[in-house]
């Protein structure tokens, strides 16, 4: 059986997840397309070669019948209409981070998904299908560092020509607010926004690093960079500190030279190429468990933490204090969940 997806979205991500479904992976056909750009669609039906339909809006495309399920990849504050459009249709939607650009708008999905009664969202957080962070949450769920105390993270861009405003943390921090309670299984408490001395890269008007300081509910203290300017790589650093031992992500496969009195080796110097894999098996892992008629992948109530995150985040970083993190409880339609990724 194959999975006939629509894609809402064909710039940079939506390409390449049409590419990787098209040539890379099994089990999906995409059979339908739309960009408020019309010659962005229109290419990508080319170049990919593809036997899809030219939509002239992501509504229409959704309301097809003849698609199965709706990849969201168009830019962030156009998610919500797209995602509660999906709901509203029964439609599995696979939708590209943020959920929504505000914890109200990822609410409204949240209560439109509980609503329908069946789980249909999945958010793009790809980092949960990364082998090294798969790794490191094995290495912490089996017990061989004892009990997780503290974190050490950094988030590295080389550089990041189009930021302005809060985009290290409402673009790149948002996936460390993810990937961290997920390896932890714990949720956040209160957050702190340190703002280093601001570096000469950075574009006008724009703080370029962050030092963030979470804690847990089980007391577990996080000290995390946010740094994307950084000139020498994209570097995603991750240390757990245990009651008995450290574990490390481990870093991406690189060849180690000695040469001329140096050991030296390689840094990657964007996300793509770091997390191609994950972005493979989480694309995978979402048309096989469509096909199922499963959801296991981060679910509508992940991307409401983390939005509810981001704002406490902004909201520390505007005062300088240190913010409390209220999450309402989970409700039970998530946490029933068959499984976990
Ligand atoms: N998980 C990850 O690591 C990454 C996630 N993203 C997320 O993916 C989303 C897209 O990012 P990019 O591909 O880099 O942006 P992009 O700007 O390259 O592509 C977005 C496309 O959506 C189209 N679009 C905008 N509004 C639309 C609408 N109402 N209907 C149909 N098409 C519309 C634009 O014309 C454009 O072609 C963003 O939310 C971004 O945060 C992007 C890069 C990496
Ligand atoms: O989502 C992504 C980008 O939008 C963001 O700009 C990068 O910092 C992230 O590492 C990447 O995964």
Known sequence: MVLKIGVIGTGAIGKDHIHR?????NGGEIIAVTDVNPEQAEAVVETENLNAEIFKDGHALIQSPNVDAVVVTSWGPTHEEFVLASIAAGKPVFCEK???TTAEGCKRIVDAEVESGKQ??????????????????????????????????????????????????????????????????????????????????ANDGMQDSYMILLETKEGIRIDAEVFVNCQYGYDVQCQVVGDTGIANLPEPASVVV???????????????????????????????????????????????????????????????????????????????AKVEV
């Open 120 to 201: 249909l969202v999945t958010v793009g957080f790809m980092r949960r299908y990364d082998q090294g962070y798969r790794a490191l949450k094995k290495t912490i769920k089996e017990n061989q560092i004892g009990t997780p105390l503290m974190l050490h993270c950094a988030h590295r861009n080389q550089n990041a020509p189009a930021f302005h405003g809060d985009m290290p943390i409402t673009d790149s921090f948002v996936h460390e607010i993810d990937i961290l309670r997920w390896l932890l299984q714990d949720d956040y408490v209160s957050v702190q926004v340190i703002q280093p001395r601001r570096t000469r890269f």
């Open 21 to 25: 479904i098209t040539n890379t992976l």
């Open 258 to 336: 000695r040469k001329d009195a140096k050991l030296s080796s390689d840094i990657l110097t964007d996300w793509k190429p770091r997390f191609i894999d994950a972005y493979d098996v989480e694309i995978q892992e979402w048309i096989d468990a469509t096909l199922k008629g499963e959801m296991n992948g981060p679910s509508a109530w992940d991307g409401y933490v983390v939005s509810v995150t981001v704002d406490a985040c902004l909201e520390a970083k505007n005062s300088e204090k240190i913010i409390p993190i209220d999450l309402p409880e989970c409700p039970s339609f998530y946490r029933e």
């Open 98 to 100: 943020p959920l929504a």
